[in-house]
């Protein structure tokens, strides 16, 4: 089974197995769990941010930053299709009492003059009070559902400041920002440098099995962890996956380039079948999204044949390429998707 599902489905090797064995384990509700405070200071070190802090899920990290950035009543600017609305289950409704402020961007991605014209800014004759506060905006890079793609620097740099004038927070929903780096070229701290906050991933394309870390200032984490143990999220000896999490920063994020190259010819292949259409300018990671008239059928079709892959939405179907998936698994996949396709279009 060649399993293009998502960078999630990712296994431990040998040696992140080695890791996790040998890890020494503490308390971290006691903050004395040597692993996790070592990946912590190493997280902390490659954003360029004063301290990081440890949790089970990305979610859970994304939710603790909106909380501790908000107050209930507040409202978030978010990109229409961003994580943090589409697949965080309404949680920062439920956890924050803060609503969504969605802005349609292109391919993820928005204007600073989207985020002016977002943010009421009242007229000294109308009382503030009127309107909604808007505490905050979040970012996604790379943004997931719209295919892995990663924002322009200098077009980040101009929302943040436009955010920031405007009195907003700012964090940024870095999941995979190790892959944004790749193929940008600039390194997650520059990325860091813009924003109070970065959420980052270790169990998708990273291969860590557990974990996520909300990275900022000092204060903000000391506030965090609060937070952290309120949502649930209190480990004991969490060095044994937190040693996972720190083998796959030091051993995995060069070879991310890898599943991007895979990425690029899967796409560049399936967009020459009949009757598949993909956004080539969209494929800049390692996740493509393409087109078809009866996208379940055709993954069922696919998934017969020996090729996971995922529905994801009316007429799009999902591939995400990570470790699990070789050179060869992206050619032999263009094969699978041409002839599901020729079996469900008759």
Known sequence: MIDLRSDTITKPTAGMRKAIAEAMVGDDVYHDDPTVNALEEHVAGILGMQEAMYVPTGTMSNQIAIRVHTQPGDSVVIEALGHIGTHELGGAAHHSGVTLNRITGTRGMFTAEQVIDAVPVPHPSMPS?????HTLICLENTHNLAGGTVWPFEQMREVTDAASALGLATHLDGARVWNASIASGIDVATYGT?????????????????GSALVGSSEFISEARRFKHMFGGGFRQAGLIAAGALYALQNNRDRLIEDQVNARTFAEGVAEISGVTVDLIGVQTNIVNFNVDEPGAVVDACLTDGLAVLVNGPREVRAVFSMEASAPDA????????????????
């Open 129 to 133: 009070h009127l309107y909604d506060p």
């Open 194 to 210: 813009l924003f109070d906050s970065v959420s980052v991933c270790f169990s998708k394309g990273l291969g860590a099995p557990i």
């Open 331 to 346: 050619v032999k996949a263009i094969g699978i998707v041409a002839s599901s396709v020729k079996t469900v279009s008759g």
